[in-house]
Every structure is written in structure tokens, then in C-alpha cells.
């Protein structure tokens, strides 16, 4: 079954700056998408990304997807408080099953 | 309505007890997801329905755990005789369709403590 892998459980950046989060798979994604969680609440929709080389940007988000569609990157730039939470990439986990990553934690210092 | 609802959104029983929780999906949307996330986890995919059928139950962690859906809405995850392990988080999402296609949209969750 799919499995995907962010290695960055924690992330603290100072504000202004830019940074990335990684996701990796150990199949070939069909699709991946991004997620946003604040505490205590429920994931938010960021992006979803299907084809190998594939970029999208939402205001200071970019997410990319590589070529040989096995990892996704998560980039910020120039880095604010709002952009503090858990962000987590999901994918086709196979048998029907959507599957997310362990989620990185983004803190932003003033 | 504007989106996924979750109810309650925090239940604190003691062990033995059975719970019910309940979400409302978006109107309209035809799939719809249980997940469980417990400290320091990532989210556990448990159940989802395709309309009011779940082909694949394997994803409940014990037979003391069931949900069913009915009239392509409200969906409810029961636990029966809850354990100490069943505290966490369960998140509801629903999508308009099942796929890669259909981004699911989450409620807020319900935050269960078994004492």
C-alpha cells in the first residue's frame, strides 16, 4: 500500500523567511494533495497536484510535484505568523483508501 | 450547509461506555470519511462511504467500532465498551465524488477522552 513519508516532524523558521516541506512516497503518486491543520481543528484544502513536474502556487504557497511523480515539495516564501500549523500530504493509498503523511508542524517566531 | 459538521465536538466518557458521533457532510456530497488522529499521529484512515454503502471495513481498528450512513447524508462511528486507546481525535470529511479528483473537505472533529 502507498505509504508516504514527511521526514521534518517539526519545523520552526523565523518570520520572513522561506522555507520548504518535503514529501516523499515509496510508489508512484497518481496524485497527491496538500493539507493545512490548525489546532483543534480540521484539515484545509491547499492543493492537489497530478502531473509529474506539475506546480501550483495559492498567494505565497507553491507546491510541486517531480517528474518521476514520487515526491512533493511544499514552498513558502517569505514566511508570516498565519502560515503556522501542521501541513500534511495525502494521496491514493490504494484499496479506495485516501492515506496522509505524519504532518510537519511550522512555527513561525516573531 | 457551508460545510462538514461534527457533533459533539468534544466527548469525554469513562471506559466501558458506548459513543456515537455524528457527521453532517456537505449537501450534495456523495462520499464521506472517518479518520482517527491520536497524539502524535498522523491521521488513520478507518472507514468511507461511497453513498450509504462502505465497501471496505478493515480500515476500523475493532470489531467494537461500526458506522453506517444513511440517506447519502448523515453518517455516525460508534464505539462500543470505549478503551483508553480509543482517545483521540476523529475527523469526518466528505467529498463530492470518491478519487484523486475530489478534494475532501474536513470537519472540525470530535475530540473523544475515555477515562
Known amino acids: 500500500s502507498q505509504e508516504l513519508e514527511q521526514s521534518l516532524q517539526s519545523l520552526i523558521v523565523q518570520e520572513g523567511k522561506n522555507l520548504t516541506i518535503n514529501c516523499t512516497s515509496s510508489k508512484t503518486l497518481y496524485g497527491l494533495y496538500w493539507y493545512k491543520q490548525k489546532y483543534g481543528e480540521g484539515l484545509i484544502f491547499l492543493m492537489m497536484?497530478?502531473?509529474?513536474?506539475e506546480e501550483k502556487s495559492h498567494e505565497k504557497i507553491t507546491a510541486k510535484l517531480d517528474e518521476k511523480k514520487q515526491q512533493s515539495s511544499l514552498h513558502i516564501t517569505a514566511s508570516q505568523p498565519s502560515h503556522a500549523g501542521i501541513y500534511l500530504c495525502g494521496a491514493d493509498g490504494g484499496a479506495q483508501k485516501l492515506v496522509f503523511g505524519q504532518g510537519t508542524r511550522l512555527t513561525i517566531n516573531p | 450547509g457551508a460545510g462538514v459538521s461534527q457533533s459533539p465536538s468534544n466527548k469525554v466518557t469513562e471506559k466501558g461506555k458506548d459513543v456515537e458521533l455524528r457527521c453532517d457532510p456537505i449537501?450534495?456530497?456523495?462520499?464521506l470519511y472517518w479518520y482517527r488522529q491520536s497524539l502524535g499521529q498522523g491521521l488513520e484512515f478507518l472507514i468511507y462511504f461511497q453513498g450509504n454503502s462502505a465497501p471496505d471495513k478493515s480500515g476500523l481498528p475493532s470489531d467494537r467500532f461500526s458506522a453506517e450512513r444513511t440517506g447519502g447524508s448523515v453518517s455516525t462511528l460508534t464505539i462500543q465498551r470505549t478503551q483508553q486507546e480509543d482517545s483521540a481525535v476523529y475527523l469526518c470529511?466528505?467529498?463530492?465524488?470518491?478519487?484523486?479528483?475530489?478534494?475532501?473537505?474536513f470537519g472540525n472533529g470530535t475530540r473523544l477522552t475515555v477515562t
Open positions: 497536484l497530478q502531473k509529474g513536474g
Open positions: 470529511a466528505s467529498s463530492l465524488e470518491w478519487g484523486i479528483n475530489s478534494p475532501l473537505h
Open positions: 449537501s450534495g456530497h456523495t462520499a
